[in-house]
T-cell receptor, first 114, second 113 residues
Framework: AQSVTQLGSHVSVSEGALVLLRCNYS??????LFWYVQYPNQGLQLLLK??????LVKGINGFEAEFKKSETSFHLTKPSAHMSDAAEYFC????????????FGTGTRLKVLA | KAGVTQTPRYLIKTRGQQVTLSCSPI?????VSWYQQTPGQGLQFLFE???????NKGNFPGRFSGRQFSNSRSEMNVSTLELGDSALYLC????????????FGPGTRLTVL
């Protein structure tokens, strides 16, 4: 069975500081991994995804994530936080074949301090 | 290209009633998935439809059902509503050859009183 763990339900950073949101996964097969962002009263927007190939994935809005198989991690980073980054972030895993459903983490709410 | 649209955006029902939510996928997308988002349980997969057939199903009671039409539009129905069904219901669509890239709609906020 697959699962996703997001460490820290709330993370606060100062504007301009590094953003690091943690995600660890469990999967018995090679996973497909995703990060989504959700702004208040909105749906989910795909930030980036890892399927195969390069383990460092770059996404929109300056975010990137690195797939580390040995650590079963897929942490999301951004070098410099902006006020507009304040939102809830979800990590998700999928098997990639057969069952096309996502298993989501519980989410991390990012607060950016001025 | 228009995104995934969901109607209505907000809905208030009372216990025991039933409700139908609608989702129109992105043009060309044939797979539609539904998710329930609540503060307590987070995001949970309900079911996925492809070419009018339910291909995958999550762990929800039979009160939750869905269907997909020939134009790929999908509806989700919840019968005998309970207070715990209050949630944001999200629909996502994807291309047939890229099932792992799902695009989400804005959701329908259902409140059960």
């Amino acid at each position: 069975a697959q699962s996703v763990t997001q460490l820290g339900s709330h993370v606060s950073v100062s504007e301009g500081a590094l953003v690091l949101l943690r995600c660890n996964y469990s999967s018995s097969v090679p996973p497909y991994l995703f990060w989504y962002v959700q702004y208040p009263n909105q749906g989910l927007q795909l930030l980036l995804k890892y399927t195969t190939g390069a383990t460092l994935v770059k996404g929109i809005n300056g975010f990137e994530a690195e797939f580390k198989k040995s650590e079963t991690s897929f942490h999301l980073t951004k070098p410099s936080a902006h006020m507009s980054d304040a939102a809830e972030y979800f990590c998700a895993v999928s098997t990639g074949s057969g069952t096309y459903k996502y298993i989501f983490g519980t989410g991390t709410r990012l607060k950016v301090l001025a | 290209k228009a995104g995934v649209t969901q109607t209505p955006r907000y809905l208030i029902k009372t216990r025991g009633q039933q409700v139908t939510l609608s989702c129109s996928p992105i043009s060309g997308h044939r797979s539609v998935s539904w998710y329930q988002q609540t503060p307590g349980q987070g995001l949970q997969f309900l079911f996925e439809y492809f070419s009018e057939t339910q291909r995958n199903k999550g762990n929800f009671p039979g009160r939750f059902s869905g269907r997909q039409f020939s134009n790929s539009r999908s509806e989700m129905n919840v019968s005998t509503l309970e207070l715990g069904d209050s949630a944001l219901y999200l629909c996502a669509s994807s291309l047939a050859n890229r099932p792992n890239e799902q695009f989400f709609g804005p959701g329908t906020r259902l409140t059960v009183l």
